[in-house]
C-alpha cells in the first residue's frame, strides 16, 4: 500500500521541496505538491504537510494570508475528517492563523531571528507524529524563524499541558515561548504544529537523524510500513 501525501506551497514557500524530499525518502513515494490557488487537493490523501518559509512575505502575520489561500479550505475539511496535516515553522503559524490549533506565534523575544540547532524534550508520545519517540527524549532539530514565540492564555495553556496535546518542548530558552512550547497538537490528535524544522535533521548529511522518526512514525502508523 503506498503512502499518499501532499505538500502545499505558498507565495514565499522555501521549505516546501525539503519537506517534500523527506516524505519521499522515508515513504518512497513522491508527495503530491499542491498550489495554494488550488480549489481542491488529490483524492484519498493519507497525510498533508505545511512547509516552513515566509507565504505572502509574513504581511500582516506570518501566515495570516496563506490561511485564507483557496487551498485551505480543503486542508481544514480534510483535518477536520481525520487526516494528518503537519505544519512546520511558517505552516505552524497558517494552522493556528487557520484556527486548526489554538495560539499564535509572535515575534521572537528580543525581536532577533533564530537559526540554529536546538534541544528539544518529546513531551507526548501518543500521536501518530511522535509515537516513533520516547517520552522524554531529548533530540536535537534545527530552527529558523523570526516569528517562532508561542503564545495562548493561561487557560489555553493549562488545558494544552492537562490533555497532554504538548508534542515538543524547548529544552533551553529559545525565543520566548510560553512554557518553553515547540510543537503542539489538536484534540484529536491528527494535526501537528511545531516551529524546528525535522525535514532538516533526517540523514547523517545533514548532521543528525533525530527528525526521521517522526516521518517514519508518521508512514508507519498510516500504512503499516
Known amino acids: 500500500m503506498s503512502f499518499r501525501s501532499a505538500v502545499i506551497t505558498f507565495p514565499g514557500s522555501n521549505c516546501d521541496r525539503d519537506m517534500a524530499d523527506a516524505l519521499e525518502k522515508i515513504s518512497g513515494t513522491a508527495p503530491h505538491r499542491v498550489w495554494h490557488g488550488d480549489a481542491a487537493l488529490p483524492d484519498g490523501l493519507d497525510f498533508i504537510a505545511l512547509p516552513g518559509g515566509f507565504s505572502y512575505g509574513d504581511y500582516l502575520r506570518s501566515g495570516a494570508m496563506a490561511a485564507r489561500s483557496p487551498i485551505m479550505q480543503a486542508v481544514i475539511a480534510a483535518a477536520n475528517q481525520g487526516v494528518p496535516v503537519l505544519g512546520v515553522c511558517n505552516?505552524?503559524?497558517?494552522?493556528?492563523?487557520?484556527?486548526?490549533?489554538?495560539?499564535?506565534?509572535?515575534?521572537?523575544?528580543?525581536?532577533?531571528?533564530?537559526?540554529?540547532?536546538v534541544k528539544l524534550k518529546v513531551e507526548n508520545t501518543q500521536s501518530l507524529f511522535t509515537a516513533g519517540y520516547s517520552a522524554g527524549q531529548e533530540i536535537t532539530i534545527p530552527v529558523a524563524h523570526h516569528d517562532g514565540n508561542y503564545f495562548a492564555d493561561a487557560e489555553t495553556l493549562d488545558r494544552l499541558e492537562g490533555e497532554g496535546r504538548v508534542a515538543f518542548r524547548y529544552a533551553e530558552p529559545v525565543n520566548g515561548s510560553a512554557r518553553d512550547i515547540a510543537g503542539v497538537l489538536n484534540a484529536a490528535g491528527n494535526v501537528l504544529g511545531m516551529m524546528p524544522h525535522p525535514e532538516r535533521m533526517i540523514e547523517p548529511a545533514h548532521g543528525g537523524t533525530d527528525g526521521r522518526a517522526l516521518f517514519e512514525s508518521a508512514v508507519r502508523g498510516l500504512v503499516g510500513a
Open 91 to 117: 505552516g505552524f503559524q497558517v494552522l493556528t492563523e487557520a484556527g486548526l490549533l489554538p495560539g499564535a506565534l509572535m515575534r521572537n523575544a528580543g525581536i532577533r531571528f533564530v537559526c540554529r540547532e
